[in-house]
């Protein structure tokens, strides 16, 4: 849908942030807080600029652009989850793994890595602005993107972008200037975070940890649909993943591209219209009644990652006519902190699903994840 239409007025100071912890939530998905803070949100940081204009986020509802949904809001019905909500743990353990799509990694481990310096990597080396780079090579029939800040943080840390990597540009630069790496596979789109994506996924992560020696643990973003790519790999491989930043992040296929389409009073959103027959296709399901049933969606499968202390961080537009927060976010944030894991929201109240990210200061995102990798993985703050 065109961003310009849904730009939201509002400012950071605006947002009505809620933290929840473990143990702590206590709202109803349909009904979020008031005016509040974070309490985890670190002093804000200054601003490092932007980059280029990005290349606009199609969003979940690309396919549906004249079936608008009515407004996602205090009034929108909460679906009735299914039971065992967000899974046992010894069940919905992981995601079923296909055969072996990526192939195998055949790269070879390179030196260790020196403190302050840059793994040696292969392929083009092109500016990304602001004395950053962007190097690409090819991996296991992908090839990888990685963003990177000339002297990068002890223990290379590293953000994996699902989908749609440059269209929070101030967030990036932020990440950057703290000296995070970025990370985006190209090719693998379009997947809506299947087990064979996943595999994918395992591949690139080999070629990065294994030859590159980046840190073994990152954080995931999952912007609109990208949502499925990380709450999957992280279900997957939650030994991997110290935190997921879900900015309208999708959480149930069947909410989006789904939606009402399926005629089921549980997902309201207008859907993604041609883009289901797409999921059908990538999970190899027979028919859309087999697709339902299916229970490794993310809403469906958070207690790995909560049994792994993987941490969530969620910015949530409360009027978002694509993709039902309810839907989405408020099924994590009522069931993730039950199963004993750390869950923090920003909302932006007046906001649709464009833009994404925090406008004008990205700092409470940006600091929750530089302090979410030095702690998985051992690293200095």
Same mark, same amino acid.
């Given at each position: 849908?065109?961003?310009?239409?849904?730009?939201?007025? !509002?400012?950071?100071?605006?947002?009505?942030?809620?933290?929840? &912890?473990?143990?702590?939530?206590?709202?109803?998905?349909?009904?979020?807080?008031?005016?509040?803070? #974070?309490?985890?949100?670190?002093? $804000?940081?200054?601003?490092?600029?932007?980059?280029?204009?990005?290349?606009?986020?199609?969003?979940?509802?690309?396919?549906?652009? #004249?079936?608008?949904?009515?407004?996602?809001?205090?009034?929108?019905?909460?679906?009735?989850?299914?039971?065992?909500?967000?899974?046992?743990?010894?069940?919905?353990? #992981?995601?079923?793994? +296909?055969?072996?799509?990526?192939?195998?990694?055949?790269?070879?481990?390179?030196?260790?890595?020196?403190?302050?310096?840059?793994?040696?990597?292969?392929? @083009?080396?092109?500016?990304?602005?602001?004395?950053?780079?962007?190097?690409?090579?090819?991996?296991?029939?992908?090839?990888?993107?990685?963003?990177?800040?000339?002297?990068?943080?002890?223990?290379?840390? =590293?953000?994996?972008?699902?989908?749609? +990597?440059?269209?929070?540009?101030?967030?990036?630069?932020? =990440?950057?200037?703290?000296?995070?790496?970025?990370?985006?596979?190209?090719?693998? #789109?379009?997947?809506?975070?299947?087990?064979?994506?996943?595999?994918? =996924?395992?591949?690139?992560?080999?070629?990065?940890?294994? /030859?590159?020696?980046?840190?073994?643990? *990152?954080?995931?973003?999952?912007?609109? %649909?990208?949502?499925?790519?990380?709450?999957?790999?992280?279900?997957? !491989?939650?030994?991997?993943?110290?935190?997921?930043?879900?900015?309208?992040?999708?959480?149930?296929?069947?909410?989006?591209?789904?939606? %009402?389409?399926?005629?089921?009073?549980?997902?309201?959103?207008?859907?993604?219209?041609?883009?289901?027959?797409?999921? &059908?296709?990538?999970?190899?399901?027979?028919?859309?009644?087999? $697709?339902?049933?299916? *229970?490794?969606?993310?809403?469906?499968?958070?207690?790995?990652?909560?049994?792994?202390?993987?941490?969530?961080?969620?910015?949530?537009?409360?009027?978002? /006519?694509? &993709?039902?927060?309810?839907?989405?976010?408020?099924?994590?944030?009522? %069931?993730? +902190?039950?199963?004993?894991?750390?869950?923090?929201?920003?909302?932006?109240?007046?906001?649709?699903?464009?833009? !994404?990210?925090?406008?004008?200061?990205?700092?409470?995102?940006?600091?929750? @994840?530089?302090?979410?990798?030095?702690?998985?993985?051992? &690293?200095?703050?």
């Amino acid at each position: 849908m065109p961003q310009d239409s849904l730009t939201p007025r !509002h400012s950071v100071t605006r947002f009505a942030a809620l933290a929840l &912890l473990c143990g702590a939530c206590s709202a109803s998905p349909s009904s979020p807080p008031a005016n509040g803070s #974070s309490t985890d949100a670190a002093t $804000a940081g200054p601003d490092v600029g932007t980059q280029p204009p990005p290349s606009p986020d199609p969003g979940p509802d690309a396919a549906s652009v #004249s079936n608008p949904a009515p407004e996602a809001g205090d009034n929108m019905p909460v679906p009735t989850p299914p039971p065992d909500a967000g899974g046992s743990d010894d069940a919905r353990v #992981s995601m079923p793994q +296909p055969p072996d799509a990526a192939g195998p990694d055949v790269a070879e481990s390179g030196p260790p890595p020196t403190p302050g310096v840059l793994p040696n990597f292969p392929g @083009t080396k092109a500016p990304y602005g602001n004395g950053y780079f962007k190097f690409s090579f090819p991996a296991n029939g992908h090839t990888i993107d990685v963003y990177a800040p000339p002297k990068p943080r002890d223990g290379l840390p =590293w953000v994996w972008h699902g989908e749609f +990597p440059d269209v929070i540009p101030n967030t990036n630069n932020a =990440w950057l200037a703290k000296g995070l790496m970025i990370v985006y596979v190209n090719g693998a #789109s379009e997947q809506y975070g299947c087990p064979d994506v996943v595999k994918v =996924w395992e591949a690139a992560y080999n070629t990065l940890v294994g /030859t590159y020696h980046m840190a073994s643990k *990152m954080v995931i973003t999952g912007i609109s %649909r990208g949502g499925l790519y990380a709450y999957n790999f992280a279900a997957t !491989h939650p030994d991997q993943v110290a935190g997921i930043y879900a900015d309208n992040g999708t959480c149930d296929f069947r909410s989006w591209p789904g939606g %009402r389409q399926l005629n089921d009073p549980r997902w309201v959103g207008p859907g993604g219209g041609g883009a289901w027959q797409t999921v &059908l296709n990538v999970y190899h399901f027979a028919s859309t009644a087999e $697709a339902i049933a299916y *229970m490794y969606n993310p809403v469906d499968n958070l207690a790995p990652l909560a049994k792994a202390g993987v941490k969530l961080f969620h910015v949530t537009a409360q009027m978002d /006519t694509a &993709l039902p927060w309810t839907e989405n976010t408020g099924l994590v944030m009522d %069931r993730y +902190p039950k199963l004993g894991g750390s869950f923090q929201v920003i909302f932006k109240p007046n906001a649709d699903h464009h833009p !994404h990210g925090l406008e004008p200061d990205p700092s409470p995102v940006v600091n929750w @994840t530089v302090a979410t990798l030095a702690s998985a993985n051992g &690293l200095a703050p």
